[in-house]
């Protein structure tokens, strides 16, 4: 399975951007996808996960309510819908695909992935 992120950019606190992130190979072996964002220095931070099947959906606390995660099975592209965005939110933001059906009970460790995009930067400007 390739990832492909994309969508990041320049924005300031109070905006919003939606984050892609397009699945292609092997998108029928995907139990979900959940998206990750990293700064220098700290580590990967889960933020939001969908169940490819089901639609089932996760999030941190830091992000619930602010940021949505969807999909669009005809596309095998999942979103990151990020509103009110804040400057602590800048950071270089990963998708990834799990394909082992026990993802469900561990979505948010990173361990559980097995497919990673190349990331996608996000600058929160004040």
């Known amino acids: 399975v390739q990832l492909q992120a994309s969508g990041g950019g320049l924005v300031q606190a109070g905006d919003s951007l939606r984050l892609s992130c397009a699945a292609a190979?092997?998108?029928?072996?995907?139990?979900?996808v959940g998206w990750f964002r990293q700064v220098p220095g700290k580590e990967r931070e889960f933020l939001a996960a969908i169940m490819w099947k089901g639609g089932s959906t996760y999030y941190a606390d830091s992000v619930k309510g602010r940021f949505t995660i969807s999909r669009d099975d005809a596309r095998n592209t999942a979103y990151l819908q990020m509103n009110s965005l804040k400057v602590e939110d800048t950071a270089v933001y990963y998708c990834?695909?799990?394909?082992?059906?026990?993802?469900?009970?561990?979505?948010?460790?990173?361990?559980?992935?097995?497919?990673w995009g190349q990331g996608t930067l996000v600058t929160v400007s004040s």
């Open positions: 990834a695909a799990g394909t082992s059906p026990g993802i469900i009970v561990a979505v948010t460790r990173l361990g559980r992935y097995d497919y």
């Open positions: 190979g092997r998108t029928d072996s995907v139990f979900a």
